[in-house]
């Protein structure tokens, strides 16, 4: 039975979803903001992306809080704070209803796939800039001998290239 507070809840639902799939999307493309930093190792625009990706992460959990709250009005009897289940709303639903909450929920799914997949590849790339750094740290302090560095005393010493960069940076 439909009544006037279970229609208003069926479409702040529906609502829901749709925002969480676009904030999903505004997440996709910054994460290629990001790649395009990594790649160009700009640490500040690196910086800017990855505070914007951490206010859409937040406002993407609260919106699946409010959108979880709300599917757990539309079943009957449940007290808990366990996430209400698709399956378990879809049963209250109207078959409509049942169905547009499906197809955006879907939706919102595969964006949500490819947000994880685009950050594995982040990742990955990020990864490969680490281990090429370390091999040219490690090949750099094999080259280096002698005295080409200045200890905390001011006296130059002996110091590898990595020993150099741990130092500074």
């Not at 493309?29 to 914007?52: M, P």
């Not at 808990?80 to 879907?106: F, I, K, W």
Request: charged share 25%.
């Amino acid at each position: 039975m439909n009544t006037p507070s279970h229609t208003l809840a069926e479409a702040n639902l529906l609502r829901l979803i749709s925002e969480q799939e676009a904030v999903c999307r505004t997440l996709l493309q910054t994460i290629h903001e990001e790649r395009q930093a990594i790649r160009s190792l700009d640490l500040e625009r690196l910086h800017t992306v990855n505070a914007k990706r951490l206010t859409l992460l937040e406002f993407l959990q609260r919106l699946s809080r409010e959108a979880n709250e709300t599917a757990r009005t539309l079943l009957p009897q449940q007290g808990d704070d366990a996430p209400a289940s698709l399956h378990a709303v879809g049963e209250q639903l109207g078959y409509e209803t049942a169905a547009a909450v499906r197809v955006r929920y879907d939706s919102l799914h595969r964006t949500a796939q490819a947000v994880r997949e685009e950050l594995k590849r982040n990742g990955s790339l990020v990864e490969a800039i680490r281990l090429l750094l370390d091999q040219t740290l490690s090949a750099a302090s094999l080259v280096s001998s002698g005295p080409d560095g200045y200890g905390s005393d001011g006296r130059r010493t002996s110091v590898s290239a990595h020993g150099l960069l741990s130092q500074q940076g």
